[in-house]
């Protein structure tokens, strides 16, 4: 398994834009597809986008479409979320996922969290308004 931690959380104001990172160690990230999830206080775990092994599709929930971007440097061996536009609604640990997939599956997009079998501690994003 491929370990991964995350960073760049912190407290923002609402409208406010945030980086963050996800870095691998252990394996290099170019075979595996990629999710960010997150969890509110008191909420489950959710989905916020999902990018391919190849990179060359992406997925995102409609709750941060538009203002959310994922993206991926596998020669740094991490994983980025750019957060834009952020809402008081956004506040919550932030989760970085990984699966390896063969490469026929390069573009596919995993998109349920029992697909995923490497996991990050989680950062810490506050939005207040």
């Known amino acids: 398994q491929v370990q991964l931690v995350e960073s760049g959380g912190e407290l923002v104001q609402a409208g406010g834009s945030l980086r963050l990172s996800c870095a691998a160690s252990g394996r290099t990230l170019s075979s595996y597809a990629m999710g960010w999830f997150r969890q509110a206080p008191g909420k489950e775990r959710e989905i916020v986008g999902v990018?391919?092994?190849?990179?060359?599709?992406?997925y995102y929930a409609d709750s941060v479409k538009g203002r959310f971007t994922i993206s991926r440097d596998n020669a740094k061996n991490t994983l980025y979320l750019q957060m834009d536009s952020l809402k008081p609604e956004d506040t919550a640990d932030y989760y970085c996922?990984?699966?390896?997939?063969?490469?026929?599956?390069?573009?596919?997009?995993?998109?349920?969290?029992?697909?995923?079998?490497?996991w990050g501690r989680g950062t810490q994003v506050t939005v207040s308004s």
């Open positions: 996922a990984a699966v390896l997939m063969a490469s026929y599956l390069s573009r596919y997009l995993p998109r349920q969290q029992r697909e995923y079998d490497s």
């Open positions: 990018i391919s092994r190849s990179g060359s599709s992406t």
